[in-house]
């Protein structure tokens, strides 16, 4: 007949057992907050909770599209593509059924070369602010009502290309903690905020970043002269995948 565990061996059991029940608890309790970990040398699995632009090699630079539930922003001079590529993923939010913004302080949102883009315009809120701290102000409420899926924030003609110093004004005057508060709204929902400008606007703030630039423009002839335009996208800034990486990408007019 074996013999009865001894005391101390009893305590650890009973310790073991307590132990486990606490943690696992805690793994009920941490839900979808919870971030497990990798083995060493593995790449961390894409995530789902992204906001895909439809274009398989700017899909692939950005390990699925641009992350829900975090500040992304592209940057570049007029022409590079940066609207196309907005589009682009407002078409795919709204085609899935998601609710998007269009915060636009930049007053360059057109409707018809959305909805011509594959955006259902029924499914855009389209907020055209005063100034870029009122803009930021909206960004600010539209994450906090929820819902959205992606909350697109144009701020690129709030610095003129050409009168560097002189167009940081509306900016500058905007305080850094309105970016403090609008990426701790972003962790706090399931949207994805997306900063557009002419340069780099959130900085540090901003989880994922990428410039754009033109490389070629295409042109026929007849009335529809312009027919598109290469452009080459840079990832600059990934905190939740590999960056200093490139993509060619061609933008097409609308049929």
């Known amino acids: 007949m074996a013999s009865p565990p001894r005391s101390s061996e009893a305590r650890a059991l009973r310790v073991d057992e307590a132990r486990a029940l606490r943690v696992d608890r805690l793994l009920r309790d941490l839900g979808a907050d919870l971030r497990r970990g990798e083995a060493p040398g593995e790449a961390p699995a894409p995530s789902e909770a992204r906001c895909a632009t439809g274009l398989p090699e700017v899909d692939r630079l950005l390990g699925g599209g641009i992350p829900r539930g975090r500040v992304s922003e592209i940057a570049g001079p007029p022409s590079c593509g940066r609207t196309s590529l907005t589009l682009a993923l407002l078409a795919r939010a709204t085609a899935a059924g ?35 701290r009122d803009a930021l102000r909206s960004a600010e409420h539209v994450l906090g009502a929820g819902g959205f899926a992606l909350v697109a924030l144009d701020l690129a003609l709030a610095e003129p290309v050409r009168e560097e110093h002189r167009g940081r004004k509306g900016l500058e005057s905007v305080p850094t903690a309105a970016w403090t508060r609008l990426r701790k709204l972003t962790a706090g929902t399931d949207a994805a905020l997306l900063v557009l400008g002419y340069r780099r606007l959130a900085g540090s703030f901003a989880d994922l970043a990428v410039e754009m630039e033109p490389t070629r423009s295409h042109f026929a002839r007849g009335p529809d002269w312009f027919e598109g ?20 990408v061609r933008w097409q007019t609308a049929a």
């Open 229 to 248: 335009l290469e452009g080459r996208i840079r990832l600059v800034r990934n905190r939740t995948g590999p960056g200093a990486r490139t993509a060619a």
């Open 98 to 132: 998601h609710w998007a913004a269009a915060i636009d302080a930049a007053d360059a949102f057109d409707p018809a070369s959305a909805e011509a883009a594959g955006v259902d315009l029924a499914r855009v809120l389209w907020v055209r602010p005063a100034s870029p």
